[in-house]
């Protein structure tokens, strides 16, 4: 059954540092989505993204914040200057035509 | 502010028991609804989507109330691989955009 995948699983970074975190969406899916999850909290969405461009964004996604596909496979968010409150689990989500979501099993980004 | 709303348990019950949850959202205008589950630290895993007309999966039954914006998620018969956190999900948009909103989650622990 074809899985998304992230990589890495956990990532520790010095505040004010640029991560990039990267995920392969299903093969044939069209829809992918950034969210996070602050330990202990709930899953927050960031940002979708569909047909080579950003189609909505949550007012976490700010300015530090980006996202590509690069090639045909990867899609990849950007932190550019890592805060202390970015640690937390990434999930890449995707989706073909339906509305059901697949999540990656996330990264852990823990800032320091 | 749109919310979905959900008792944060823990529910601890003993293994084949009958358990329900219950959940609301706050957005009338939302389109499509989901139980995910979410074991812990991992990423949420879809369980089901959740229709006007109710739905069924083997021991799992969710029920969507749009009047009262309300929807259910019942087990029966439940097993230890159950226990898990049980996420209210809610998709407010359709085509493009689609992010979804997470409840908290509840607390499922069952025993033997």
């Known amino acids: 059954e074809p899985e998304v995948t992230q990589t890495p699983s956990h990532q520790v970074t010095q505040m004010g540092q640029e991560v990039i975190l990267r995920c392969v969406p299903i093969?044939?899916?069209?829809?992918f989505y950034w969210y996070r999850q602050i330990l202990g909290q709930k899953v927050e969405f960031l940002v979708s993204?569909?047909?080579?461009?950003?189609?909505?964004k949550s007012e976490i996604f700010d300015d530090q914040f980006s996202v590509e596909r690069p090639d045909g496979s990867n899609f990849t968010l950007k932190i550019r200057s890592t805060k202390l409150e970015d640690s937390a689990m990434y999930f890449c989500?995707?989706?073909?035509?339906?509305?059901?979501?697949?999540f990656g099993p996330g990264t852990r980004l823990t800032v320091t | 502010r749109k919310e979905v709303e959900q008792d944060p348990g823990p529910f601890n019950v003993p293994e084949g028991a009958t358990v329900a949850f219950n959940c609301t959202y706050s957005?009338?205008?939302?389109?499509?609804f989901f139980w995910y589950r979410q074991d812990c630290r991992k990423e949420p895993k879809l369980l089901m989507s959740v229709y006007s007309s109710g739905n069924e999966d083997g021991r799992f039954t969710a029920q969507l109330n749009r009047a009262s914006q309300y929807i259910s998620l019942l087990i029966r018969d439940s097993k230890l691989s159950d226990s898990a956190t049980y996420l209210c999900?809610?998709?407010?948009?359709?085509?493009?955009?689609?992010?979804?909103?997470f409840g908290k989650g509840t607390k499922l622990s069952v025993k033997p």
């Open positions: 989500a995707s989706r073909r035509l339906a509305n059901e979501q697949y």
């Open positions: 093969s044939n899916h069209l829809y």
């Open positions: 993204f569909y047909n080579n461009e950003i189609s909505e």
């Open positions: 999900v809610v998709n407010e948009f359709g085509g493009s955009q689609g992010n979804l909103i």
């Open positions: 957005n009338s205008a939302s389109q499509s």
